[in-house]
């Protein structure tokens, strides 16, 4: 257990679904991400939150939306998925954004989404 | 932009002996990170180790050991007396020294250990 908790583990939708996973850091952390692991492809950066501000946002479709209330939840909201948005969703978290290097990142055990 | 590339799919090694993944980045920096993140079954990502550029010295964390050959653009990672619970996917990592850097990925290798 890193400290980083992601529900629901496993979701299937539909593509007319709207849908929401979760995100909830429990290590002081200011920073949060998101990103999306597809088979035999590397992890896909989506969104950064530093200090509650969207910092990054990699070109990813509107029909994924984040959001963070706070430094200790991040939400990403789902509407009109295609089924090539199935993937595993991984959030992590960090002590700031910046300096990704000396800030080391520690994952959740992500979402397992299928979108049908 | 920086990539990362690790060109072994999949290893095994049996229980107890040594294996070494690798990986080899792109770059046009001098000073930078690199990451090896373990992702076992449960899907959690760990770090296993890190790697700053400018150290010379390979690091070490017990049982895992790097070769990091800055010239070469190659950080491999070696597991020593491995373990059952050795197996996973291992992950090579790349981030940038500056303060807006994206930490940038492999595709991974999925290490399998046969008892």
């Known amino acids: 257990e890193t400290g980083v908790t992601q529900t629901p583990r496993h979701l299937v939708m539909g593509m007319t679904n709207k849908k929401s996973l979760k995100c909830e850091q429990h290590?002081?952390?200011?920073?949060m991400y998101w990103y999306k692991q597809s088979a035999k492809k590397p992890l896909e950066l989506m969104f950064v939150?530093?200090?509650?501000?969207?910092?990054e946002n990699n070109s990813v479709p509107s029909r994924f939306s984040p959001e963070c209330p706070n430094s200790s939840h991040l939400f990403l909201h789902l509407h009109t998925l295609q089924p090539e948005d199935s993937a595993l969703y991984l959030c992590?978290?960090?002590?700031?954004?910046?300096?990704?290097?000396?800030?080391?990142?520690?994952f959740g055990a992500g979402t397992r989404l299928s979108v049908l | 932009a920086q990539t990362v590339t690790q060109s072994q799919p999949e290893m095994s090694v049996q229980e107890a002996e040594t294996v070494t993944l690798s990986c080899t980045y792109d770059?046009?920096?001098?000073?930078?990170?690199l990451f090896w993140y373990k992702q076992p079954p449960s899907r959690q990502m760990i770090l296993v180790i890190r790697?700053?550029?400018?150290?010379?010295q390979n690091a070490t964390e017990n049982r895992f050991s790097v070769n990091f050959q800055k010239a070469a653009k190659s950080f491999s990672l070696k597991i020593s007396d491995s373990q059952l619970g050795d197996a996973a996917m291992y992950f090579c990592?790349?981030?940038?020294?500056?303060?807006?850097?994206?930490?940038?990925f492999g595709a991974g290798t999925r290490l399998t250990v046969k008892p």
């Open positions: 992590a978290s960090s002590q700031e954004g910046r300096w990704q290097g000396k800030n080391i990142q520690y």
């Open positions: 290590l002081g952390h200011n920073a």
């Open positions: 939150y530093n200090f509650k501000e969207q910092t």
């Open positions: 770059t046009s920096e001098s000073d930078y990170y």
């Open positions: 790697q700053e550029a400018y150290k010379q």
């Open positions: 990592a790349y981030t940038g020294y500056g303060n807006n850097n994206d930490m940038r």
